[in-house]
């Protein structure tokens, strides 16, 4: 069963995702500068995890209940790896989220609400994007296999450019603003453009929402064909891939003071996106089980972590 989603079942979740954003930006203080603390950071990550595992939770109880257990179990457990490939993949994000902040020396109380627009943005990109894809494996099968090498290449790439820090300063988007637009020199609060003389001007935050975005559309490239190794599925690959986006936020700012403590998780995504792309290739000749990848997935992301711990422990020497 390649599609499970009905109409009412889409329609829900999507009004869903609209009600959390809406409930972020206008009912949470989505339009006033604030730091958002490690505490508060924290608290998010866990509620968008325990949604993300609510909904999985539903959506096998439904299906138990309307086309039996065998299909409920396979559906639940390819969301589950989905999110979790997906999750572990937007972690890559943050490091540039890192690195476009610093470039631009963003206030951490106006961080907040340009992720924000980041993330409602990057909502309806993959929203187009999956929808696309889904299309093209339904239409044309072989494009899985052109996934799959474009995988390999994508992560044997990351693992020789993990070092690489991007000079953004020759990013081409960046480069084109900048000769085509008029940027104000500071900031004028969260405004993302101000009037000057009766001109209007475009402030350094438009240029960092803009990267965000671009940003997102580089890392969708990747990550969407990765979860087409999972599930053919378009709610499956919808639901999950939006339920990682939206927990992105609360992650970077729960992992921005420590992210240099994490410098080899980038190795082991690279790895994860490695093998993602072997098993569509192997696919006509073994088909792993989703339970299988989602342990594979697991190992290599979790070693990744550890070895990143104990490399940045501290010594104790004074």
């Given at each position: ?9 889409w ?27 490690v ?26 209940g ?37 470039y ?7 961080q ?80 993302f453009?101000a009037?000057?003389?009766g ?25 969407i ?94």
């Open positions: 069963m390649n599609n499970i989603g009905e109409p009412w079942m329609a829900g979740f999507i009004a869903f995702v609209i009600a959390m954003v809406a409930l972020d930006m206008f009912a949470l203080g989505g339009n006033k500068p604030r730091r958002v603390g505490k508060e950071a924290a608290a998010w990550s866990a509620l968008w995890f325990c949604l993300a595992l609510a909904f999985n939770g539903l959506l096998w109880w439904h299906l138990d309307s086309v039996g257990r065998e299909i409920a179990d396979q559906k639940a457990i390819e969301f589950l790896t989905g999110y979790v490939i997906e999750k572990s993949l937007s972690v890559d994000n943050i490091f540039v989220f890192l690195l476009v902040f610093g631009f020396a963003v206030p951490p109380e106006y907040r609400r340009v992720l924000l627009y980041g993330v409602f943005g990057a909502i309806v990109m993959r929203a187009i994007m999956i929808l696309a894809g889904a299309w093209l494996v339904r239409e044309f099968a072989w494009v899985l296999y052109l996934f799959g090498f474009f995988l390999v290449v994508t992560g044997i790439r990351m693992l020789v450019m993990a070092e690489h820090e991007p000079d953004l300063a020759k990013n081409p988007v960046l480069r084109w603003l900048r000769g085509h637009l008029r940027i104000t020199e500071q900031y004028h609060g969260e405004k453009s009037v000057k003389d001109v209007r001007w475009f402030t350094p935050m438009f240029l960092v929402l803009v990267l965000i975005e671009a940003t997102d559309l580089v890392f969708a490239v990747d990550s064909p990765a979860i087409f190794a999972i599930t053919t599925d378009p709610f499956i690959v919808f639901t999950s891939n939006i339920f990682a986006i939206l927990g992105l936020r609360a992650l970077y700012f729960l992992l921005a003071d420590m992210a240099d403590r994490f410098h080899l998780l980038k190795y082991g995504l690279a790895m994860v996106l490695t093998f993602i792309g072997a098993k569509m290739l192997i696919a006509p000749w073994y088909h792993m089980p989703t339970a299988a990848s989602l342990a594979v997935v697991a190992i290599i992301l979790s070693a990744s972590v550890v070895a990143s711990l104990v490399a940045t422990r501290p010594t104790g020497k004074g």
